[in-house]
């Protein structure tokens, strides 16, 4: 199926509403922040995911079935998410969704997929919650924050060897979840933070906070949030003349952390936990190098998306398209991805997962570092 | 001691933009009596429009600060107003005389339509504009320090001219005298020749340019906005306005200094996480016991 083909069916989605597809057809929705103050994460998802089904599609689709896939927003708001779902599963009769990408949409959207008996795989989000309520049909192909928690802990304890940590959230499911993971680890390391703070997400003045960090002489500050506030945040940082080490996790991969930092001067240094380069694997150079060839290039979750949708794939290909058989299936074998071999535990985890330390530079680029 | 003058400075800067903000709050609600919920949405445009000057002075190879910032403060002023001027003429005008409802209804589609328009024109991204003045005054005090950033400075002074001049025009020129006449009694006004509709429409201009400046300043200060920034600033601003009480002028600055400051020292002394409930905990009280804001006249129900 051509793009024009996924764009005119989106079109026509948009206008009128819903549309019911026909059954010949396998209905996947791609769901994320396609709008709103995150599209760019969206835009990621499904530049990974429609990338792959077109792959899919060329080879012949699952079992010669067509992937069609259907582009669901929830603007990473938790009450969008729910009626986007509801859509998915009642009127576009999707059997499997790659998505969604903010942990506090995954979550409540979750409920209604088991429901429906459609599987999950989530490129993106890492709160533990997803997975740990036991749903079978959830799955996600990158780590869980406790995982990136500890990442950031013990490089803030064994290579920093920082004493005072100041540990702020956005107060969000994903924010809050990761800052809290990181603490309990830093906790048991035997270091107590001397800050544990939160800030309101969609704001932009941090500068009465900022204050109370240099009050406190903290050498590390931690951060569980996203890029649009972690920019802000680290510039006004810098302008109150901190030099403490700014950490924070994969919400912030995306170059639009430079541009609401106002420059790359107040990004550099700053680290970031975030899985192994996922451009690495050797499995998946030549996805890399057509997503160049493309115009597009392959940062942040872009392929973590595209091998989620091989998961589906698989998944369905092996139950013959039925999505409970499918998650079935997933619990007890491995699927070849652009990311390398991936297998699942019974909640439905990695069991390998592949957090590192990268650092961004004074030219707005980040690169992995050497642990 | 250095800690709690920094969080002084921080909530100044803070409350002079909620101020600055405020007064379009609150120079609509004395002149119509409705409340403007787009004009969080006109900062937010004014916050492009600075983006769109910048990057215009410099494709013509202007460089040096000061003309760069007079030169966007002017564009996107005039801009702004412009759109301030097209807002009551399209949305409120048609509905001159209607129950204040409508009014209300007609504002908050006005917002939706401002925040898409901008989406789809602009795209959803973050978007950033250049440090344009860094560096910062330093000011020993014990063993600690304050630090004055000088685009701090710059938001301080220019927001305190900004209100300087506003109460000149209000207080002392012939077109303040109008709209203060205005907003006593319109009909008694367009009885003694005033064009009421001009005036109505003019003071949506005053207000859209303080909103213009605020948004020149504060995304001079931290460079990212999108389409949605107008949303939380502008619950802040119109808190300030009922704060230091609705229709006053002195009030919404009042108003826009006492939240700002009361934000920054309960986040930097007690928690962060709770200074929004501090803040509108403060509101309720003051409203408890000065029912029509700190300044506010009472409203007297004509029979």
């Known amino acids: 199926m051509s793009n024009a083909v996924i764009r005119k069916t ?97 979550i ?59 540990v702020i959230h956005d107060k969000g499911t994903y924010g809050k979840g990761l800052a809290d993971a990181m603490k309990s680890t830093l906790n048991a390391y035997g270091v107590k933070e001397v800050l544990y703070e939160g800030l309101t997400r969609g704001e932009k003045d941090f500068n009465a906070l900022v204050t109370k ?123 070849e991805t652009v990311m390398g071999t991936k297998s699942f535990d019974e909640k439905g985890d990695l069991l390998v997962s592949d957090y590192v330390m990268y650092e961004w530079d004074d030219k707005g680029k980040y690169s992995m570092l050497d642990m | 001691m250095d800690i709690i003058l920094q969080q002084l400075v921080n909530g100044l800067s803070l409350g002079s933009v909620y101020g600055l903000i405020a007064i379009g709050y609150t120079m609509v609600y004395g002149i119509i009596g409705m409340i403007n919920f787009a004009h969080g949405d006109v900062y937010m445009v004014s916050a492009y429009v600075t983006a769109i000057a910048i990057a215009l002075l410099s494709f013509f190879g202007i460089e040096s600060f000061p003309v760069v910032i007079l030169g966007t403060l002017i564009f996107t002023i005039f801009v702004t107003g412009v759109y301030g001027w097209v807002i009551e003429r399209v949305a409120y005008r048609p509905l001159r005389g209607s129950s204040r409802l409508s009014i209300l209804i007609s504002a908050i589609g006005m917002s939706l339509i401002l925040q898409n328009y901008v989406q789809i024109s602009q795209g959803a991204k973050q978007q950033g504009v250049p ?56 009909k008694m006004a367009s009885i003694l020749g005033i064009d009421t509709d001009k005036i109505i429409s003019t003071v949506f201009v005053i207000g859209a340019t303080m909103a213009a400046l605020a948004g020149v300043l504060v995304t001079l200060d931290y460079g990212g906005f999108d389409f949605y920034v107008g949303f939380i600033i ?8 009922v704060l230091g009480g609705i229709g006053s002028l002195p009030g919404a600055m009042l108003g826009g200094i006492i939240l700002g400051l009361s934000e920054a020292l309960f986040a930097g002394l007690i928690s962060s996480d709770y200074k929004d409930v501090f803040s509108f905990s403060l509101l309720v009280i003051i409203l408890i016991f000065r029912p029509s804001g700190l300044l506010g006249k009472p409203e007297v129900e004509k029979v």
């Open chain 1, 213 to 335: 960090i240099r009050s406190v002489d903290a050498d590390v500050v931690y951060f569980g949030g996203l890029h649009s506030e972690a920019g802000p945040f680290v510039r006004q940082l810098r302008e109150q003349g901190s030099k403490a080490v700014f950490i924070s996790g994969d919400g912030i991969v995306s170059e639009e952390f430079v541009s609401v930092a106002g420059s790359p001067k107040y990004v550099d240094g700053v680290l970031m936990t975030f899985g192994a380069d996922p451009t690495s694997y050797a499995a998946g150079k030549e996805v890399v190098n057509q997503f160049r060839a493309d115009g597009i290039e392959p940062e942040g979750y872009v392929m973590y998306s595209y091998a989620a949708m091989q998961v589906v794939a698989e998944a369905l290909k092996q139950a013959d398209l039925d999505p409970i058989k499918a998650a079935d299936w997933l619990h007890g074998h491995k699927v």
């Open chain 1, 108 to 166: 409540p959207a979750s409920n209604i997929y088991e429901e429906a008996g459609v599987l999950q795989v989530t490129p993106a989000s890492t709160n533990p919650g997803y997975t740990d309520r036991g749903l079978p049909n959830v799955f996600r192909v990158c780590g869980r924050d406790d995982q990136q928690g500890d990442v950031a802990a013990s490089y803030i304890v064994d290579t920093l060897g920082a004493k005072n940590v100041a």
């Open chain 2, 234 to 241: 502008g619950i802040k601003a119109f808190t300030a306005a």
């Open chain 1, 10 to 106: 989106l079109v026509s989605l948009a206008v009128a509403g819903s549309v019911t597809l026909a059954h010949a057809d396998v209905v996947i929705g791609v769901a994320g922040p396609h709008t709103g103050a995150y599209a760019a994460f969206g835009a990621q998802l499904w530049n990974g995911a429609s990338a792959a089904a077109k792959a899919i599609n060329d080879a012949g689709g699952i079992d010669g079935e067509m992937i069609k896939l259907v582009k669901a927003d929830d603007a990473c708001e938790p009450k969008q998410a729910v009626s986007v779902a509801n859509r998915l599963v009642d009127s576009d009769e999707a059997v499997a969704v790659v998505g969604h990408f903010c942990s506090s949409s995954s």
């Open chain 2, 131 to 186: 440090t344009l003045l860094s560096g910062a005054i330093r000011f020993d005090v014990g063993d600690g320090f304050v630090q004055l950033t000088y685009m701090k400075l710059f938001i301080l002074c220019a927001s305190f001219i900004g209100m300087g001049v506003l109460t000149y025009i209000i207080q002392k020129t012939k077109l303040g005298r109008m709209c203060r006449a205005t907003q006593q009694d319109p």
